[in-house]
């Protein structure tokens, strides 16, 4: 699940710039200055697959609540 998560998370390198500074991008990893050539690249949204929590949650009663960090809940149903 977490190699599928990483295959599909991605965004374009331009969206992901949006809230960044520029320079700062330069002088922390002048090894990628070729992206900036290259807005519409989509990009992981994560470094590794391992950045993904998995939680099953759940039981008889058909639902359950994890929280964890910054974001949102997601419920989704699970069928057997």
Known sequence: IQEALYRE???????MMLNKEPQAMAASHPELS?????PDLPIPVVEDPACFDIAVVGAAAGR????????????MPVED
């Open 9 to 15: 998370a991605r965004l374009p390198f331009k969206t």
């Open 34 to 38: 070729w992206i900036h050539d290259h």
């Open 64 to 75: 359950g609540t994890y929280f964890y960090g910054a974001g949102e809940p997601v419920t």
